[in-house]
């Protein structure tokens, strides 16, 4: 038979090979020698699905890695079934199994550059006269559903301090350090988790992999992993930890005296008696040489300008903007201080409305930012999470005298941000649970009495109800956001009156400008008050060409807050390019949050790099250090969006001005911090729209000069988002439908404030829109 099972009987197979098979080790296997009476062992770490070529021929492949060589660089070739070999292969080989392979056909492969394995891969067929034999290990399956494997190969797992680069091992380790699985720049999840053992060596490793489920569920710092097949390299002379075909991992909670459980949505793994030895060797350890700390704050604990990691119950979520998200969440405590409660529509506010209502003491909203909105938006209401490095602010608002406590998760993955799901199985979680049923909701309401309270006094008459309909039918589109004591007056009123004054009016737009609405976009300078067009992309080209001629500076490179690497193009011109990447804490960061410099690159160079990383500089380099480029161009990048600096106001400074940015526990790169440290006048992106307003009285233009208020869209982003700029035209077309009747046109209702403009010449009164907002519901 072709393919055969071969069972295990108290370690040895119950039926013999063909004693003419002689083994073959995985580096013998090389093309121009004789397989013929060969067979290569291995076990299989990786299979993909059963799938037809274009000839209707059935393909199976999997991925075998040589057990008796598996610290070597290259220790695992690819196999390629075909037929019905490929077909019943597909059937009964599971991973974990050891596979027999006689009667090969050894071809090259032409991925191995890209997979990392033998630069061979073995072809089997019936028709070639192949067999494969395969070891089958009886597997049990617990009640929970997590299978372990009775009989198992037997596992060597390497120390730290033995790691040797480009080799694929088994270990353990103590989490020192975590971030919680994100989205990657790509479609992938990651997460970076930084271990320790009893070696006392550190090891970094970077993990991807396209299902979140199958990224190690690590809960705190503290826990131990296991993790089988990680490949190991080095980088900058530490090591580091990435994951590769097959890659494994199981969790287990690492305090003394817990139960040995390990945490994977794997249904078949292997977990040996004596492996639960070496996870209470570790547990000891980690409790006298870690410094692990205690259980995650509680509400009632916190304090302004705290960073803490909080166990919670999500009661509640919504939308805020395109870069923010709403999370409401309670813990059964409550805060010592008046916390801020986002506005959002009740509409948009996901959740039990009672529950709410109830809770509404206890709960506190947390703003999250960036990369975790994705994650926030997919959570369930009534889940259970442990949000990691959790930002308090004190502020109060500009019309309140009382100062109240903001939560917020910032973007970015420094210092382990991020959310993470737990269990209702988690011990930390069967706590709190417990603890939130005891709670006593004394404020409690059902929703009878709170639809009661309501409703009660709202229409007082038939009449009133059918008035407050009609005036339902000539909504605004647009919101007023402040002075609301103002009444309206109208424009022939306004045009009559002295400046300066504050009016709030309602209006029809009859014609606005520009119609190309891009041109709206300016750069504004809020010291000088000057406004300037935003250069064209050929601009910042020919600045970054011109920049090319200054060569880097060998001597800059390699300082104490930033990492250099240089290389020159292989063109004609050999232009040399200088990378210099900012360390924290003496490491480099993961490239989200990591900001560079870079000298003699050109803008496809700069842009792909945005992509990658936070935060790109563009410099050149001086006797002394390195230094900005002429603020024609942008003075820094951050992923499509172009910073400029304004010519006139700036002194710029030495780029080594960054380094106090450096230093700070979690600096957090913001366009207006690096501009403020490199003495850059930062330039604020601005819509200017002139429109042209009418009441039936009067007419006036009034001019709208806003960031980002009244069309709830950045002026920032307009100019690299194609959807941005729809969504501004579809609201421009609302606001002024084109080829409408004037009498047919949408109400506005608006605050416009009058002001003087004097020169030398003439005194004129212009007009501007503030405090005003387009409706959500217009687009």
């Not at 350890?285 to 009632?300: E, F, V």
């Not at 975790?372 to 209401?381: W, Y």
């Not at 004591?485 to 424009?491: A, D, M, P, V």
């Not at 003075?635 to 080594?656: E, M, V």
């Amino acid at each position: 038979m072709p393919v055969q099972l071969l069972k295990i009987i108290k370690g040895k197979s119950e039926t013999s090979l063909p004693s003419h098979l002689q083994k073959e080790d995985l580096q013998h296997l090389q093309e121009g020698f004789d397989h013929t009476n060969k067979y290569f062992q291995g076990i299989v770490i990786l299979s993909y699905p059963l799938t037809k070529l274009g000839d209707g021929t059935d393909f199976f492949k999997v991925v075998l890695q040589d057990l008796d060589n598996s610290f070597s660089r290259i220790n695992s070739i690819n196999i390629l079934i075909y037929g019905k070999m490929a077909e019943d292969c597909a059937k009964v080989i599971r991973n974990g199994d050891t596979c027999l392979v006689s009667g090969f056909k050894l071809k090259k492969s032409p991925t191995a550059k890209e997979d990392g394995r033998h630069g061979c891969h073995l072809e089997v067929s019936e028709e070639a006269g192949s067999a494969i034999y395969i070891y089958t290990v009886p597997r049990t399956t617990a009640a929970s559903e997590t299978a372990s494997l009775s009989v198992a190969p037997k596992y060597v797992y390497t120390p730290l301090n033995r790691l040797k680069d480009g080799t694929i091992v088994n270990l353990y380790g103590i989490v020192k350090f975590f971030k919680p699985p994100y989205v990657s720049k790509g479609t992938d999840y990651c997460s970076v988790v930084t271990l320790v053992d009893p070696s006392n060596v550190k090891l970094t490793c970077t993990l991807f992999n396209g299902n979140l489920d199958s990224l190690p569920k690590i809960y705190k710092v503290g826990d131990i992993v296991r993790f089988h097949r990680i490949k190991i390299r080095e980088y900058n002379g530490q090591m580091q930890g990435i994951t590769s075909a097959g890659f494994a991992s199981l969790t287990f909670d690492g305090t003394v005296g817990a139960p040995v459980v390990p945490r994977t949505s794997s249904k078949v793994y292997t977990f040996m008696d004596e492996e639960q030895k070496t996870i209470k060797e570790l547990r000891i350890w980690a409790a006298s040489n870690l410094s692990i700390s205690g259980p995650a704050a509680k509400l009632s604990d916190v304090q302004p300008m705290l960073f803490f990691d909080l166990t919670c119950q999500l009661i509640g979520k919504a939308k805020v903007d395109g870069s923010s998200f709403l999370l409401k969440v309670w813990d059964g405590t409550k805060c010592p201080y008046p916390t801020w409660k986002v506005p959002v529509e009740a509409r948009d506010l996901e959740g039990e409305k009672v529950l709410l209502h109830q809770l509404r003491n206890l709960t506190v909203d947390i703003l999250v930012y960036d990369n975790h909105v994705q994650l926030a938006k997919s959570l369930k209401i009534g889940s259970f999470l442990r949000i990691y490095s959790i930002h308090t602010k004190q502020a109060s608002a500009d019309n309140e005298d009382v100062s109240h406590l903001e939560f917020h998760l910032h973007g970015g993955t420094c210092y382990g941000r991020g959310i993470g799901v737990l269990p209702e199985s988690n011990p930390d979680i069967k706590e709190l649970k417990a603890f939130l049923e005891s709670v006593d909701l004394a404020d409690s309401q059902n929703m009878e009495s709170m639809s009661s309270l309501e409703l009660d006094g709202t229409f007082s008459s038939v009449a009133d109800l059918e008035s407050h309909l009609q005036r339902c039918q000539q909504l605004s589109v647009t919101v007023l956001t402040d002075h609301q004591y103002l009444s309206n007056t109208e424009l022939k009123t306004i045009l009559n009156s002295p400046a300066p004054q504050q009016y709030r009016i309602r209006a029809k737009l009859r014609t606005y400008e520009p119609q190309k609405l891009y041109q709206s976009i300016k750069l504004h300078c809020s010291k000088c008050n000057s406004l300037q067009e935003v250069p064209d992309g050929d601009d910042f080209d020919f600045i970054l060409r011109g920049s090319v001629v200054t060569a880097p500076n060998p001597e800059l490179h390699n300082t104490s807050w930033y990492e250099s690497v240089m290389w020159t193009t292989q063109d004609q011109k050999q232009r040399k390019i200088a990378i210099h990447f900012v360390k924290h804490d003496e490491m480099l960061q993961q490239p989200e949050d990591t900001l560079l410099m870079i000298e003699g690159g050109t803008l496809k160079e700069v842009w792909k790099l945005t992509k990658r990383f936070k935060c790109v500089i563009p410099v050149r380099s001086t006797e002394d250090d390195l230094e900005l480029l002429d603020l024609s161009a942008p003075f820094l990048l951050q992923g499509n969006i172009k910073y400029y600096g304004c010519k006139q106001c700036s002194t710029p400074k030495p780029i080594k001005s960054l380094s106090s940015i450096a230093a700070e526990q979690q600096p957090s790169w913001e366009p207006t911090e690096i501009a403020q440290a490199l003495g850059v006048e930062l330039l604020q992106y601005v819509f200017i729209m002139r429109f042209t307003l009418v009441d039936g009285t009067g007419a006036l233009n009034a001019y709208l000069f806003d960031y980002e208020k009244f069309f709830q869209i950045p002026a920032s982003e307009i100019l690299t988002n194609n959807f941005l700029q729809q969504k501004m035209q579809m609201t421009m077309n609302a606001l002024c439908p084109p080829g409408r009747k004037l009498d047919d046109l949408p109400w506005l209702e608006c605050f416009i404030k009058s002001y003087n403009v004097r020169d030398e010449m003439k005194h004129q009164v212009y007009y501007q829109i503030f405090d005003t907002t387009v409706a959500e519901d217009v687009v």
